[in-house]
């Protein structure tokens, strides 16, 4: 149920070269948006650098589920949005896939969680798609720890953990306006694949 007066809109999308399609739907009074959802590759048999952090900082798995309070926090403070609750990040910590080794934070000399990055693998669809790909988003940095190459060097940890399990490619999701992860992201090798239009009615 919506709220009186509450504006709710129907949503769509589709590759950004689609002609066909986005015609279809700008003939059927669909808008499109400015935002861009932007789906990037590394392929894993490339050189990956060593990660560099500045003095103090350290990365490390992911210590449990006690931790899921921390990380939800630094979310929510790293994107300016309520959304990640407690609860929602402990159940992306217990679906049958999660693996704790993949999940990895950058700790300050405080003990506090600077950053983290997810990575996973998800059998089920490299099984399906006959692909061998793992993930490496979603990516945070606490807006106190920005600037210090904390995304890049997950990232790169993250990739030489892929290419440990086997894995060919990496692969994560950004979206258009999210400047500094498209920069991380270039400059850990990895190349925008394809991009993703949004409209709404």
């Keep these: ?63 449990g589920l006690d931790e899921a309070d921390a990380l939800a926090a630094l979310h929510r403070a790293a994107f300016g949005t309520e959304y990640m609750t407690t609860e929602r990040r402990l159940a992306m910590m217990t679906t049958p896939e999660y693996d704790p080794l993949l999940d990895l934070v950058v700790v300050a000399p405080d003990g506090s969680l600077a950053a983290y990055c997810m990575c996973s693998i998800s059998a089920e669809e490299n099984a399906r798609t006959g692909r061998k790909d793992g993930y490496a988003d979603p990516v945070a940095t606490h807006p106190r720890f920005r600037r210090l190459g904390l995304a890049r060097a997950l990232l790169l940890h993250g990739l030489r953990l892929l290419r440990a399990r086997g894995m060919d490619f990496a692969r994560l999701g950004t979206s258009s306006d999210n400047i500094a992860m498209q920069r991380a992201a270039r400059s850990a090798g990895f190349e925008v694949e394809s991009t993703t239009v949004w409209f709404e009615k």
């Design 1 to 63: 149920p919506h709220a009186a007066g509450e504006r709710v809109t129907l949503d769509a999308s589709c590759r950004e070269e689609d002609a066909e399609r986005i015609a279809m739907l700008q003939k059927n009074g669909f808008h499109m948006l400015p935002i861009r959802s932007l789906h990037l590759v590394r392929p894993l048999d490339k050189p990956i650098p060593e990660p560099a952090l500045p003095p103090g900082l350290a990365i490390r798995a992911v210590a």
